[in-house]
């Protein structure tokens, strides 16, 4: 998994409770996502930065929030946790050229279990 | 909704042989590109290809694109054991996020 960092590998959270996600790549691109795959599924963008500065909403928002810290680092936030936020979260990023939809390279993964 | 649709949704095959996946799309791309998941861990990129072109090869990958249809296909030549994984398509759109399809279980039998 090239030059992307998650924390943590796995996590249990009680309905409720709060976590945040953590992501840092080590390339120095412009552009950070955050997905989540459900079992048997493709990935579903939660959010994603451009570039630092800015964060867009992408497909599964609600419930979430992002902070693009820096260039290298964004993180993923959930404020209160519910079942149906069980899942594999995975950070990406790619060099995010004006008008390029990039390869993307992807971290290993988190895994959450909201009970 | 997803953009991409992966067909078939799971491919069992033997060793040595070739293997095909295709993907459909609904709205025009500026390339498409496809992944590579071994189980339980993160998404590897295989290979782009760009609207304006047909045919794409990496060493035992073979990638088409038809933007007439709408439609891209896989193909893995001389399958292996490793070849064993979930594959995904993904479509990019001239911004900087793409949208993957639902993929491919791909399982290469001994």
């Known amino acids: 998994n090239a030059g992307v960092t998650q924390t943590p590998k796995f996590q249990v959270l009680k309905t409720g409770q709060s976590m945040t996600l953590q992501c840092a790549q080590d390339?120095?691109?412009?552009?950070m996502y955050w997905y989540r795959q459900d079992p048997g599924m493709g990935l579903r963008l939660i959010y994603y930065s451009a570039s630092e500065g800015t964060t867009d909403k992408g497909e599964v928002p609600n419930g979430y929030n992002v902070s693009r810290l820096n260039k290298r680092e964004f993180s993923l936030r959930l404020e209160s946790a519910a079942p149906s936020q069980t899942s594999v979260y995975f950070c990406?990023?790619?060099?995010?050229?004006?008008?390029?939809?990039?390869?993307?390279?992807f971290g290993p993964g988190t895994r959450l279990t909201v009970l | 909704s997803q953009q991409g649709e992966e067909d078939p949704q799971a491919l069992s095959i033997q060793e040595g042989e070739n293997a095909t996946m295709n993907c459909s799309y609904k709205t025009s791309i500026n390339n498409l590109q496809w992944y590579r998941q071994n189980s339980g861990r993160g998404l590897v990129h295989l290979i782009l290809i760009r609207s304006n072109e047909r045919e794409k090869h990496s060493g035992r990958l073979r990638v088409t694109l038809d933007t007439s249809k709408k439609s891209s296909s896989l193909l893995i030549t001389a399958s292996r054991a490793a070849d064993t994984a979930s594959y995904f398509c993904a479509t990019g759109q001239g911004a900087q996020k793409l949208v993957f399809g639902q993929g491919t279980r791909l399982t290469i039998n001994p």
């Open positions: 390339m120095n691109h412009n552009s």
């Open positions: 990406a990023f790619s060099m995010g050229l004006a008008g390029h939809t990039d390869t993307q390279y």
